[in-house]
């Protein structure tokens, strides 16, 4: 039938300016007007639409099977008629014959399935453009716009989808401004009819494994690995590097000088403390690293069973657990191994030990000032405090990124003080 230019400038428009291929418009609406033909020609499947990729024009055939007699002219012609309509194909029996059966009416029908057909496809192609768009994102960072708190949950835009932190992904503590830019991890994206639903982030390890590569060169590039990360978010995290180069140093490339790339990391999350060791394919040295900055006397592993003895210093036994057993239950995790922290000395009168950061029995009193909760409830003469950190004798007062903020009175033998 006579060309529809206007339907195809149309289509050209549309893809041009939403970026949706005319042809797959095109064989929309051809699909669509199969269906419209079918019901007019009792449901036959032999029924095709076409549609001229230059002028518009539509054409619609059956596709029928040459045979000696016919028994059903649906889908069947004869060799006669065949030839008598295509004398220029010369078909045999068993060939297939396009017969045109475009009806009068069908322009009219046309026009109006093909505007009802670009529109719902135009939707479904922007939700589907729109998906594979931040489907692409997923296990990455973004940047979102805080727009305002639901409940406890907070809507953020995210250029053109909005997602919502919930309660459970923000950082207890953190309170973000309306208009506020903040980073986000791409936790999971989902195609549904309404658009793309994204789950974010503010909590996941790997946020900071993200911001770190945006941030460093070097961990980017792939000369410096990130191997394990363990974090408890809004607190502090313990992060394991190596170094596919001999002459860089991976803990120096994500400090920086003066530490300026892990402060703007610190400074991203708020004032998370991040501690920076040194990967090690030897179990032992790995659990002594991921301790730092506490001092260890001894590491006992039994790697079949993933666990550790690790023996330090009697004055360094709360360090190396840390604060409610922080320190011990990041290095735990970072390592993959269950650690077992027990003091060289007896001279503090007990023989408790700590797993993964928490003391197995707590006696109602200690020798030497020790509380129920394992940490000395006065200072000692090594001036250590409850939270087992020195209060004094603090070089800069300041902590350096990637170094250890609290050193006791006479640790000036400290690996330079880093983690």
């Not at 040459?66 to 649906?74: A, H, S």
């Amino acid at each position: 039938m006579d060309g529809n230019k206007e339907l195809i400038e149309a289509l050209n428009q549309i893809e041009k300016e939403k970026d949706i291929s005319k042809d797959i418009l095109l064989e929309a609406i051809e699909n669509s007007l199969v269906t419209a033909c079918k019901n007019q020609y009792g449901k036959a499947d032999n029924v095709k639409v076409t549609i001229n990729r230059d002028t518009g024009a539509f054409s619609v055939y059956a596709e029928k099977e040459v045979v000696e007699e016919v028994e059903d002219p649906v889908i069947q012609i004869s060799l006669e008629e065949s030839r008598q309509k295509f004398p220029k194909k010369k078909y045999e029996i068993g060939d297939i014959v396009n017969v045109e059966i475009t009806p009068k009416n069908f322009g009219r029908i046309a026009a109006q399935k093909a505007k009802q057909v670009v529109v719902q496809k135009i939707r479904e192609e922007e939700r589907k453009v729109l998906y594979n768009q931040y489907f692409e994102k997923e296990r990455d960072i973004v940047t979102g716009i805080v727009q305002r708190y639901v409940g406890e949950n907070i809507s953020i835009n995210l250029g053109k989808v909005d997602a919502v932190l919930t309660k459970n992904e923000q950082i207890a503590g953190e309170h973000f401004r309306p208009t506020e830019r903040i980073k986000l991890y791409v936790v999971e994206v989902k195609d549904t009819t309404k658009g793309p639903k994204i789950t974010v982030s503010r909590t996941h390890p790997e946020l900071v494994k993200r911001l770190f590569e945006a941030e460093v060169t070097e961990v980017r590039d792939g000369t410096v690995e990130i191997r394990s990360i363990s974090r408890e978010a809004g607190a502090r995290t313990k992060m394991a590097v190596s170094s596919n180069d001999p002459n860089v140093d991976p803990v120096g490339a994500c400090v920086g000088i003066n530490g300026a790339r892990v402060n703007a990391i610190v400074d991203e999350l708020r004032g998370e403390k991040i501690d920076i060791i040194n990967w090690s394919d030897d179990p032992a040295t790995l659990i002594q690293n991921a301790l730092s900055p506490a001092k260890v006397v001894s590491v006992e592993v039994d790697e079949e069973e993933k666990t550790a003895r690790v023996i330090v210093p009697g004055y360094q036994l709360s360090l190396a657990i840390g604060r409610e057993g922080q320190n011990a239950r990041l290095a735990a995790r970072l390592t993959g191994y269950k650690i077992d922290i027990k003091s060289d000395s007896a001279e503090d009168g007990y023989e408790d030990s700590y797993r993964n950061g928490y003391q197995d029995d707590y006696p109602e009193h200690y020798e030497g000032g020790y509380a129920e909760d394992g940490y000395r409830s006065d200072y000692d003469d090594d001036g250590f405090a409850k939270d087992g950190y020195s209060d004094g004798g603090y070089e800069g007062g300041r902590p350096e990124e990637g170094y250890a903020e609290d050193y006791p009175d006479g640790a000036e033998d400290y690996d330079s003080g880093r983690r």
